[in-house]
């Protein structure tokens, strides 16, 4: 006869009944821990614990305080160490590592030879492959992926459908989700954001609050910091600071071609210059002495900053008129 209890491990014992001994029954304990497998040449040292209906198969290492809970697997030739965590339906497999204060929930996957670091969380349906590695307090959840030689420091968190690849890098308190992708040598620092179907890739560098949106691309070695907020479109080779929301681009302009922005009375030439009206006006004047096509320019974002009924009867000339006088009386004393 068979009966459960809740005590001490598998027993026998013996009845007296009539001075007779009556046959010995068994007693069988249901204990969370022994319902754990460990499969194959799996090993498991220190103080580490498999509970609940967690599997621990193949060559798989577990170590030091570690803990494994619930429907968790570990296979291959993967490691658990430290004070890492394994929650839940979540997978560990290949030669993937987990180390420190580490914790991995749900139905997350692990594979490869990726690296899960420091108090990072992985949640959900999230996927980490081949050589990534993610640090700190660093999150991961939704279907989001990391993979490659990607990393991800710090607060940074990964979520939706996102994916993180190459050798792409994330920062700080950046966030990636939507269907966004990061991948190539690209960066995502501080506050950043990149959401929706947008695209990072090749050396580009996304900083401060900036925001990527919608189906917007960022490649080359663009650099987008600030406020700025990238919708549409692509942005490639230069800097984009500041608010970038109902602005105006004038341009090719000068001997080296560049693109003037302007946008709520700041002035932003890609690679030289940002300022104030004023101080381009200062600054073109040193340089230009009233000539060349950067005058047009001025004239132009002066009827910009006019209220409007004064704007309407401003035609756009050419060069400003104190500054060739004053150029001109310099080049007569010469």
Not at 136 to 161: A, I, L, T, W
Not at 183 to 209: A, E, K, W
Request: aromatic share 10%; hydrophobic share 15%.
């Amino acid at each position: 006869m068979r009966a459960v209890v809740g005590f001490s491990t598998t027993q026998r014992t013996a009845g007296i009944a009539g001075g007779s001994k009556t046959p010995s029954r068994e007693v069988t304990v249901r204990d969370p821990i022994k319902e754990s497998r460990q499969y194959g040449n799996s090993q498991q040292y220190g103080n580490s614990q498999q509970s609940g209906h967690s599997q621990q198969s193949d060559h798989s290492r577990q170590y030091g305080h570690s803990r494994q809970y619930g429907y968790s697997r570990q296979y291959g030739h993967s490691k658990q160490s430290d004070c890492s965590r394994q929650y839940g339906h979540s997978k560990q497999s290949d030669c993937s590592h987990q180390f420190g204060y580490s914790q991995q929930y749900g139905n997350s996957q692990q594979f490869g030879y990726s690296r899960q670091y420091g108090d990072s969380k992985q949640y959900g349906d999230s996927k980490q492959y081949v050589q990534s590695q993610q640090y700190g307090h660093s999150q991961q959840s939704g279907h989001s992926k990391q993979s490659g030689h990607s990393k991800q420091y710090g607060n940074s968190q990964q979520y939706g459908n996102s994916q993180q690849s190459g050798d792409s890098q994330q920062y700080g308190h950046s966030q990636q989700y939507g269907h966004s992708q990061q991948y190539g040598h690209s960066q995502q620092y501080d506050q950043s954001h990149q959401y929706d179907h947008s695209h990072q890739y090749d050396h580009s560098q996304q900083l401060g609050r900036s925001q990527q949106s919608g189906n917007s691309k960022q490649s080359g070695n663009s650099k987008q910091s600030g406020d700025s907020r990238h919708n549409e479109g692509r942005h490639t080779g230069s800097w984009s600071t500041g608010i970038l929301c109902d602005y105006v681009d004038i341009g090719p302009c000068g001997d080296s071609n560049r693109i003037i922005t302007y946008c709520d009375g700041i002035v932003n030439i890609n690679c030289c210059f940002v300022g104030t009206l004023d101080e381009l006006r200062e600054a073109v004047d040193d340089k230009y002495c009233g000539r060349g096509s950067y005058y047009r320019v001025l004239r132009m974002l002066e009827i910009l900053e006019m209220p409007e009924q004064d704007a309407d009867n401003k035609e756009v000339s050419g060069g400003t008129p104190s500054a060739e006088a004053d150029c001109w009386q310099k080049d007569g004393d010469k």
